[in-house]
């Protein structure tokens, strides 16, 4: 099994930044993209970022030029950092983790955190 732990939210005022970090332990063969989801108050969990482990990303386009999704394989770790915080930026950040697991066979899994929140005042 995995486990993943968030850390880095708070609370910060408009167009300030925040860094949020994400660590995978447990037992896998390998990690294959690790990204961010958010939820807000009365909305639906949507995606915000995305990284392989070859180090590609995507982002929504909402946060497009303000957040950096960057990546430590060696520590099995994803990072988030947003800069220019808007009011709608608030939300419950979640880790997602996909990855591989198995000896002979290898199968395919993903495994959440719990989230770590972030609430921007205006």
């Known amino acids: 099994q995995v486990q993943v732990l968030e850390s880095g939210g708070g609370l910060v005022q408009a167009g300030e930044s925040l860094k949020l970090s994400c660590t995978a332990s447990?037992?896998?063969?390998?990690?294959?993209?690790m990204g961010w989801f958010r939820q807000a108050p009365g909305k639906e969990r949507e995606w915000v970022a995305t990284?392989?482990?070859?180090?590609?990303?995507e982002y929504t386009e909402a946060v497009k030029g303000r957040f950096n999704i960057s990546l430590d394989n060696a520590a099995n770790s994803v990072y988030l950092q947003m800069d220019d915080l808007e009011v709608e930026d608030s939300a419950l950040y979640y880790c997602?983790?996909?990855?591989?697991?198995?000896?002979?066979?290898?199968?395919?899994?993903?495994?959440w955190g719990q989230g770590t929140l972030v609430t921007v005042s205006s």
């Open positions: 447990g037992t896998f063969v390998r990690l294959n993209t």
């Open positions: 990284i392989t482990n070859g180090g590609y990303s």
């Open positions: 997602k983790v996909d990855y591989l697991y198995g000896s002979m066979i290898y199968r395919r899994s993903d495994a």
